[in-house]
């Protein structure tokens, strides 16, 4: 059975989160062993550590929601759209923050999530998961 486009477009775009995530982790990882000063000026061990954990946890989740979107699995749904939404509003605040240096972040953060908000929410995407609960012997989970 090949997965339809709507499900495709969502587990790439959280495949490209979750991808993203893990390379900022690997970033802190890579600073925090350099001694350079990554996102945390003056943050202690402590600080970095749990920087450090955060995106790689993030990021694994985000790849694990990817893969349900890839085998069309309902539970992708909820944890995807709590990631978009986090990603929206904290994208949103560094975009319409003073400082020039966050607006372009800010962007590359919310927009994806939109796009991601706006195809869960599609009829397409709708009419997908429709299609899935009727779908004898479906495996809604």
């Keep these: ?44 061990s402590s600080a970095i550590m749990i920087e450090i954990v955060i995106f790689t946890v993030f990021g694994v989740g985000l790849l694990i929601v990817a893969k349900g979107w890839f085998t069309m699995k309902r539970w992708a749904r909820s944890p995807f759209i709590l990631a978009q939404l986090i990603g929206l509003f904290g994208g949103g605040s560094m975009v319409f923050d003073s400082s020039a240096s966050s607006k372009i972040p800010g962007l590359l953060l919310a927009v994806p999530a939109l796009v991601g908000l706006v195809l869960t929410f599609s009829p397409a995407m709708v009419r997908a998961t429709a299609a899935e609960y009727k779908r004898p012997g479906s495996d809604i989970s």
Aim: aromatic content about 4%; hydrophobic content about 50%; cysteine-free.
């Design 1 to 44: 059975m090949t997965t339809p486009r709507p499900y495709l477009l969502l587990a790439l775009i959280a495949a490209l989160e979750g991808i993203a995530l893990l390379v900022n982790g690997a970033i802190a990882v890579f600073s925090a062993l350099t001694g350079g000063s990554h996102g945390s000026q003056g943050a202690d």
